[in-house]
T-cell receptor, first 114, second 114 residues
């Protein structure tokens, strides 16, 4: 059973608008969440993370929101740029270690149209 | 700064052959991991290591062996390749100190088993 779910396989937005990518999780032991961006034929690159003691974390155009009661997190990209077009993975880690045992969602392919 | 380096980038194997995927990191990270990514799937953890001499199984360990003799290297061995092991393999490393940090990924090895 999937512990981390990204229910939207794809998302298309216009340049300059907001992109919102969603992620749900089922394991209440997860306490650290990460978003990765992946271009074709490259490895995932880290974007932003959030600890379960916070409900929001910002880094430039990227903001992650965490709703622990709903077991839901979202990544907001404002404004969206064509270079943001990639697959975005949500990942989670439990409190038993660091980031050596990440559980990933299936990813959402974001397309930002000029 | 090389980060996480994987070799080879591409490999074609015949069913039953064995091979080793190499992974090296120069960030002095204690934690290292191997993931595989299949079409339409997120990354799934194969094996991980929390330090030299210490390894453990992830979600999909069957058909793979690992060992960790140094902090820098974490090779993944396919004992007898099967078509089901056709996938893209990613190695990752992460910091093990206090505080939670992200995992850094290599560029991947695309393996085809015929």
């Amino acid at each position: 059973d999937q512990q981390v779910k990204q229910n939207s396989p794809s998302l298309s937005v216009q340049e300059g608008r907001i992109s919102i990518l969603n992620c749900d999780y089922t394991n209440s032991m997860f306490d650290y969440f990460l978003w990765y961006k992946k271009y074709p034929a490259e490895g995932p690159t880290f974007l932003i993370s959030i600890s379960s003691i916070k409900d929001k974390n910002e880094d430039g155009r990227f903001t992650v929101f965490l709703n622990k009661s709903a077991k839901h997190l979202s990544l907001h990209i404002v404004p969206s740029q064509p270079g943001d077009s990639a697959v975005y993975f949500c990942a989670a880690s439990d409190g038993q270690g660091g980031s050596e045992k990440l559980v990933f969602g299936k990813g959402t392919k974001l397309t930002v149209n000029p | 700064n090389a980060g996480v380096t994987q070799t080879p980038k591409f490999q074609v194997l015949k069913t039953g052959q064995s091979m080793t995927l190499q992974c090296a990191q120069d960030m002095n990270h204690e934690y290292m991991s191997w993931y595989r990514q299949d079409p339409g799937m997120g990354l799934r953890l194969i094996h991980y290591s929390v330090g030299a001499g210490i390894t453990d199984q992830g979600e999909v360990p069957n058909g793979y062996n690992v060992s960790r003799s140094t902090t820098e290297d974490f090779p993944l061995r396919l004992l007898s390749a099967a078509p089901s092991q056709t996938s893209v393999y990613f190695c990752a490393s992460s910091y093990s100190g206090t505080g939670r940090t992200e995992a850094f990924f290599g560029q991947g090895t695309r393996l085809t088993v015929v």
